[in-house]
């Protein structure tokens, strides 16, 4: 045999030790990639039973040797998660689910969209404001004491005073001639309520009026009432009764001299009303 043909088979030779060594490389990875996790009975897919039987060794029920696919000890979640994918997908790398679509909205549509109107500020309500005259001022009822009676009615008569009435909406501001302002509310048909409480003193002696104004503006004249009650604190007779107080309300368009009025009356009437001896109605 020639040299030139005995070179020759050994480079054949050595062409074919060489394929039969890759092929067996080849076939080893191929192996290797294709083993599933979780195909514990190596049946190229991962069935139900497969994953039961994966959870009850994560658990420790059953032996990792049931299931050699699941790899080496310790078998955590993530070799369940693998298993499950592997289910799904029949060993098979599961697919990219493709990016979710969203919609562009132009820049236009944009601010129409987010447009939030500016509020505005409602404007204050002109003031509606009457004058009227108060006169003919009565002790319609009490509980109280007799002589405290008899004062508040020396106190009343011939009282006469103006007020400013000042509306806004459904409310209403009542000034009278000393600058004293209650408040409360007017409703469609003029009907006014308003309330306050006067204190006055005298010698530690405290006199207490909580004081109710009903009266309907919508006519001329109206009669108002003032209904309230009367208590007193470190006084030397306890007082604790209640009256009505009635009086004409008159519009007017010009100012009047004041000579007092049912609130001046009661807020100055601790001095004239007390001490109170006589307790008898």
């Known amino acids: 045999m020639s040299r030139a043909i005995l070179e ?17 490389v080849c076939v080893a990875g191929r192996s290797a990639a294709q083993t599933c996790v979780g195909d514990c009975r190596g049946q190229g897919r991962v069935s139900i039973s497969d994953l039961i039987l994966a959870v009850n060794i994560v658990l420790g029920v059953a032996p990792l040797d049931e299931c050699p696919s699941l790899g080496p000890a310790p078998v955590g979640i993530d070799r369940l998660i ?75 008569a011939g009282v006469t005073t103006n007020y400013v009435v000042r509306q806004r909406g459904g409310n209403v501001e009542i000034e009278d001639e000393d600058g004293y302002v209650i408040s409360g509310t007017i409703d ?43 208590t007193t604190m470190f006084c030397p007779v306890s007082v604790d009764c209640s009256l009505e107080v009635t009086s004409r309300w008159t519009r007017t368009s010009a100012a009047l001299r004041a000579h007092g009025s049912v609130l001046g009356a009661l807020r100055g009437s601790s001095r004239r009303l007390f001490p109170i001896h006589d307790t008898s109605p």
């Not at 309520?193 to 004249?221: H, W, Y």
């Open 82 to 156: 693998l298993s499950v994918n592997n289910a799904l997908c029949d060993c098979h790398m599961c697919p990219t689910p493709p990016p979710t679509r969203t919609s562009t909205v132009t820049a236009t549509a944009a601010a129409t969209a987010t447009h939030t109107p500016t509020p505005t500020a409602s404007p204050t309500p002109t003031a509606i404001v009457s004058t009227w005259r108060e006169n003919n001022l009565k002790l319609a009822s009490s509980t109280c004491p007799k002589q405290f009676n008899d004062q508040l009615r020396r106190l009343l």
């Open 8 to 24: 020759l088979r050994i480079r054949r030779l050595s062409f074919t030790a060489v394929a039969a060594c890759l092929l067996s």
């Open 188 to 230: 469609t048909d003029g009907n006014v309520q308003a309330s306050t409480v006067i204190t006055d003193s005298e010698d530690g002696c405290i006199l207490t009026f909580d004081v109710i104004l009903t009266v309907n503006l919508r006519g001329s004249p109206s009669t108002a009432t003032y209904t309230g009650g009367v």
